[in-house]
């Protein structure tokens, strides 16, 4: 009996929708087979401070668990990135000279309120009556379901670039998707994981070799 309302719990949640972040949609360059960078510079595009270190430490964190070698653009990029050389080859000789070698670049592509149906919870009445025929019937009746309802959720769309330092070249992209957004804090911590996990799982990032 334990088993089969776990299943119906499950399934459940499943259809209430999950929190989370998901990867909607990548791309690979067709010759990048994965490389161990001796060291990635994690750097979001955005001007909300705040959010941005957020998001750039959390990522950074994961990278480091999975033994690459992450450096957070909040520990080295001034605070106003408008201040970043526009010059494609001052910047390139800041980050050779520096020794990193790839930039995980994150940007936000859009954010959604959207509204979805919640499905309602299934509970079979016979679970009140272990199970037998001759206990169920006489309330067969009974209400058994708990009515869905519409529910509203923030959306946010993130995209994610690798990028070689030493070509410039875009060696891997994708766009993400973080569910039912309650925060800054939990928005990091939700796309890092993935982000980390997708890099990891596909041979895309190697552990660094120092």
């Known amino acids: 009996m334990k088993k089969i309302a776990a299943v119906f719990i499950l399934s459940a949640l499943i259809l209430s929708g999950c929190t989370g972040t998901r990867f909607s949609a990548t791309w690979k360059d067709p010759n990048y087979t994965g490389k161990s960078y001796e060291k990635l510079l994690v750097w979001a595009l955005s001007d909300n401070v705040a959010a941005r270190a957020t998001v750039e430490d959390e990522t950074t964190y994961f990278l480091k ?3 690459i070698n992450a450096v957070s653009g909040a520990d080295i990029l001034p605070a106003d990135r408008s ?10 000789k800041k980050l050779v000279d520096a020794g990193y070698e790839a930039v995980l670049t994150v940007g936000l592509i859009d954010v959604k309120e959207e509204t979805h149906y919640v499905q ?8 009140g009556y272990y199970g037998s025929f001759y206990g169920y019937y006489p309330y067969m009746y009974g209400s058994v ?4 309802y519409y529910a509203s959720s923030t959306n946010v ?12 070249k875009l060696v891997w992209s994708g766009q993400s998707k973080s569910s039912d957004v309650s925060s800054v804090d939990k928005l990091a911590n939700s796309y890092a ?18």
């Open 157 to 168: 769309y993130l995209e994610t670039n690798l990028w070689d330092v030493n070509t410039g």
């Open 193 to 210: 994981r993935a982000v980390v996990s997708e890099l990891i799982s596909k041979g895309l990032l190697l552990p660094s070799k120092k």
């Open 145 to 148: 379901y708990q009515q869905g």
């Open 65 to 67: 668990l999975k033994g």
């Open 120 to 127: 309602g919870n299934y509970t079979p009445a016979a679970f």
């Open 83 to 92: 201040a970043i050389p526009k010059d494609q080859e001052v910047v390139k």
